[in-house]
């Protein structure tokens, strides 16, 4: 039989997993080995991720993917975009902020002090958020940048532990805003001008390019062969969703919904308009060059972050049934508020920062827990919507269905709504997109598939076809 086994490490903002991906011409599957917490810390200097035990529960699901498929090909490796470690001689200096961090707030004045956005946008591509990496080094202790001898991002830490090698993926790199948009290569210039050490940043890797073999005493610890390595994925877990979303994408858009949804389209050049600037779209890095036009929506880091708070104040919740007596509020009994407001971005209580946005638009705030759940859902679904809109606008696409993809596409009641205030279809799934995005990229890289991304989508539609939501007028 055709195809082969690679295992793809996905580390997300809320948990992270270890998969066993089979892919061939006709085959596309995936088996969970792993799943773990992801759980940030706060201590004294702010939020940061515990990225050993990351890394620890990342091991331990190799070794159980080694063990039940000797014959894995290759690793890849994705997480979430934009953090980063310092590291010295190969040791790290200190565990990776958050991007949720307060400390940003520093490093975007002294960034815009230098340079404004439009100048940065035009250099960059990328939309404004508060925590892009050259914000977050420009708030950096200045002594550890002196001594740091590399900085790596996430997936590419975990990388270089398990192989040695210190490598820049492509599209992570491309979070940074220290890439410059043009030819996708560092943008020394703009390193200059902010103070950083060009020495920081490794040379860049491309999606499918093998990064190397295991360090022996890696491949020891996990009982795997000596030529078991790494191969680059888009490291970037939304650089990865987008590979697997079953779209065609001269008329669709993505919303790759997770912690984030992030909304666009994939277009084959960049767009640098005053259009796209002023509507905040990004021009982040994707797979085989292309590139992913899309705005950050707060996704359902507001529904989750609510929740918590609701279990921390001693009430269990279950969130099927939340939703459930969610979808019986009518949708006019609850206020549509700006998800997209910076309030809402770092950790807290997310009913009383709704209640205050509420008040300050004179409108009556939800009172119960499922009306909150129900208003959060219709807020989302509305900026979806309206992200959607200016996707097709920004980017010249003609846009006739809504793909949703990642865990968002189990919330049902979210991919009705957002096809009833989108007024066209939704198609939902796969919820492991990501997973499938890095699988798929690995495949090809190993020979199991081939083909260009509109061949790996088409396997993903055979394989993992997705459930339609039609718009109805409510
Ligand atoms: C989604 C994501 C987004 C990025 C945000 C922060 O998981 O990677 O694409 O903007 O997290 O890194």
Redesign the pocket.
Known sequence: MSGGTVAAVDL??TSGRVIVGRVGADVLETTPVARFANDPVRVGDGLHWDILSLYRAALGGLREAVLAHPDIASIGIDS???DYALLRGGRMLGDPFH?RDERTAHGVAAVHARMRHAELFERNGLQF?PFNTLYQLAAEDRALLDVADTALLVPDLIASWLTGQNRAELTNAS?TGLLRVLDGTWDDALIAALGLPRGLFPELIAPGDRLGALRPDVAAALGARSDLGVTAVGS???ASAVVAVPMRADAAAYISC???G?VGVEVDRLVLTSEALHANFTNEGGVDGRVRLLH?VMGLWVLSEAVRGWERGGHAVDLPTLLDSAAEVPASAVPVFDVNDPRFLPPGDMPARIDAWCAEHDLAPPRTRAEYTRSIVESLAQAFADAVREAARIGRVDVRTIHIVGGGALNELLCQRTADRAGMPVLAGPVEATALGNVLVQGRAAGFVSGSLEALRDLVARTHPPRRYEPTAG
Do not use: K
């Open positions: 997300g903002a979430w975009a934009v991007y958020l979070t970037h877990d939304t997770g912690t984030w992030l950050n």
